[in-house]
């Protein structure tokens, strides 16, 4: 595999080009301009990077696309990978869905199936750490979708968090609410990262200041772990009034724990979502929630990847983060007779 000290992201830093184009010079392939395989193998030698034989040869000359998804069970990413879809048959290109948790035990198969297949390039739905990045990006292109890492200089497509996060919890402020806490997903996240920054922000623009606790990074996104904790907050007499949550799942939780103590949704205590998954409808009352745009998500993502695969050598800032919608229901919306 690749040298440990040295990573494709760093020459290609150091060259001025793409990962991409790197890994291309590696694999001896075709399209690339001499002055750029110049620059490559100059900053190869400036960084004593050596490949290793068996890091070579794959080949993306065909239409294969390998799309990695941690698991097919979560209604989210069957609405991200239609739109996968969608882009590759527009394109004649063949998706292939591989579900795996992607680690430092599990990324050598994972490359030895790039070359299996054939794959001219590869898709990421979930959060990847660098390393494995680079390792994957030594064969083919790659780009990463929904969950990224921002630090990576490898193309991602997401949704813009912070403002998702921002503008929910002003909502929560302008129907009146002080008192919201915020259950959240893991921290090592970037997701979870930037929602916190969202309804730190929104706090800090109405002066708002709430103790350290009612902010919970939950070890997972589960429905019972959030029952526990919002139980846990709202047996209180010194209770929230509002919750923000990272998912639709996490506000159905708040609802049951806000019946348990005998308060109303939303009179006692309003309730927002993030994703827009069909049980936000079918909640009573009706969960507000963050839409995102899964659709064009993966649609798009799949139309950079396939971009890079037809372009290579070619750099460009492709990353980009989508809007979001706040859809309001009746979680947060106070009727007055």
């Not at 040869?57 to 097919?72: D, G, H, K, R, W």
């Not at 750490?129 to 997401?158: E, K, N, W």
């Not at 503008?167 to 959240?184: E, P």
Request: hydrophobic content about 40%; overall charge negative.
């Amino acid at each position: 595999m690749i040298d440990k000290k040295v990573t494709v992201s760093q020459i290609a830093k150091y060259a001025g080009v793409s990962p991409a184009t790197v890994s291309r010079v590696l694999n001896h392939r075709d399209q690339v301009k001499e002055d750029t395989i110049l620059k490559v193998k100059e900053a190869m030698n400036a960084l004593n990077f050596t490949p290793d034989a068996s890091s070579q040869e794959p080949s993306y000359a065909n239409t294969n696309l390998l799309i990695n998804v941690n698991s097919l069970t979560n209604p989210f990413y069957g609405e991200v990978l239609q739109g996968v879809l969608a882009s590759a048959k527009a394109a004649d290109f063949c998706p292939l869905i591989y579900q795996e948790h992607l680690s430092a035990s599990t990324i050598s198969n994972f490359c030895q199936l790039i070359k299996n297949v054939n794959a001219a390039g590869v898709l990421l739905l979930n959060q990847t750490p660098l390393p494995l990045l680079d390792a994957i990006h030594a064969f083919v292109p790659v780009v990463q979708c929904c969950d990224y890492d921002p630090d990576s200089s490898i193309s991602y497509i997401g949704i813009n968090d912070f403002s998702s996060a921002r503008n929910a919890v002003r909502h929560l402020i302008a129907s009146g609410r002080k008192k919201i806490a915020f259950l959240n997903g893991p921290k090592r996240f970037v997701y979870a990262q930037e929602r916190q920054r969202g309804y730190e922000k929104a706090l800090e623009e109405s002066g708002i200041s709430l103790p350290s606790g009612w902010h919970i990074n939950l070890p997972k996104v589960d429905y019972d772990i959030a029952y526990s904790n919002a139980c846990q907050l709202l047996n209180n007499e010194n209770h929230p009034n509002a919750f923000f949550t990272s998912s639709d799942i996490l506000a159905a939780a708040v609802i049951r724990a806000a019946k348990r103590f005998g308060l109303q949704v939303p009179q006692d205590v309003m309730v927002v979502g993030f994703d827009n998954r069909d049980i936000s409808q079918m909640m009573i009352p009706s969960i507000t929630t963050v839409n995102q745009p899964k659709f064009q998500l993966g649609y798009g993502s799949c139309d950079i990847l396939i971009n890079q695969i037809r372009n290579p050598g070619i750099v460009t800032d492709d990353s980009m983060l989508l809007d979001t919608e706040l859809i309001v229901r009746e979680s947060t919306t106070l009727t007055h007779i």
